[in-house]
């Protein structure tokens, strides 16, 4: 369920700039920049590319994407 916030309107205009390049809509932009900025303010000790790197990796996870390691087979 969405609610209505008030919203700065540079913030509202770099999210629809960002939108555009990531195929996003500007509410969306908006939620992946918080989502993220909730996950760094968590994990300090990581850096930008390894959040978005453990995100991807966690969605093939779930969507089975993934192959088995073995190695002793490299």
């Known amino acids: 369920m969405g609610i209505t916030v008030n919203l700065d309107v540079n913030l509202v205009e770099d999210a629809r700039r960002a939108s555009v390049v ?3 809509s500007a509410p969306k ?3 992946y920049w918080a ?11 990581l850096s930008f590319n390894a ?4 995100l991807m990796g966690l969605q093939d996870l779930r969507s089975g994407n993934i192959t088995e390691f073995y190695p002793d087979k490299l």
């Open 22 to 24: 990531e195929h996003r």
């Open 29 to 31: 932009q908006i939620e």
């Open 51 to 54: 959040i978005k790197d453990i």
């Open 35 to 45: 989502n993220m900025g909730r996950i760094a303010e968590q994990n300090p000790d």
